[in-house]
């Protein structure tokens, strides 16, 4: 049995930073892409970044750039997002996804097979 589970989240104030993990099971990580995604109420969810962890390539959505990191720990099956500079906008609930039958780090959700059940993250003005 799959399982995403996202941790790290919580209610912050602009500027700060902010580590989220994930930690998969019930997958062979090396053999995935492993994303997040974003979602605020009211509108789609949104690709944040991802990596395929057997060659640590990354990709970024174009309005996190410099200010996110994603990393990986093979030895743990976990996935790490660092969001520095945090602003009110960021404001979400963030999700890990692991796609297990890659052929890019996709930016599209449905290329994802698996889903965590979200953790918030609020930035406070």
């Known amino acids: 049995q799959v399982r995403l589970v996202e941790s790290g989240g919580g209610l912050v104030q602009a500027g700060d930073s902010l580590r989220l993990s994930c930690e998969a099971s019930?997958?062979?990580?090396?053999?995935?892409?492993m994303a997040w995604f974003r979602q605020v109420p009211g509108k789609e969810r949104e690709f944040v970044s991802g990596?395929?962890?057997?060659?640590?390539?990354?990709r970024f959505a174009d309005s996190v750039k410099g200010r996110f990191t994603i990393s990986r720990d093979s030895a743990k099956n976990t996935m790490s997002l660092q969001i520095n500079s945090l602003k009110p906008e960021d404001t979400a609930v963030y999700y890990c996804?692991?796609?297990?039958?890659?052929?890019?780090?996709?930016?599209?959700?449905?290329?994802?097979?698996?889903w965590g059940q979200g953790i918030q993250v609020t930035v406070s003005s």
């Open positions: 019930g997958l062979t990580f090396s053999r995935c892409v």
């Open positions: 996804a692991a796609d297990t039958l890659p052929i890019s780090i996709s930016n599209l959700a449905y290329r994802y097979d698996y």
């Open positions: 990596i395929r962890p057997s060659d640590g390539s990354i």
